[in-house]
């Protein structure tokens, strides 16, 4: 694996965290790692709402259009 040497600077508090760390290298790149899947999963879940909205929303419109039609020639006391 190749490696990035970089010069960071983090809160004290969070500096501090870190302090019984083996690895911190390890650690901070997993924590990045995680924290950009979990970014990712949410903006998914928030793409995924959006289009079942849509989806919902075109059912609605087209069950509009064919309602009248589905009901052509059924009396209510029929069934």
Known sequence: MSTARLNITLPKDVAELLSGVKNKSSYIAEAIKEKKQLE???????KLELAYKESAAEDFDTYGEWEDTLK???????W
């Open 40 to 46: 990712e999963k949410t903006r998914m879940q928030k």
């Open 72 to 78: 052509d020639g059924l009396e209510d006391d029929a």
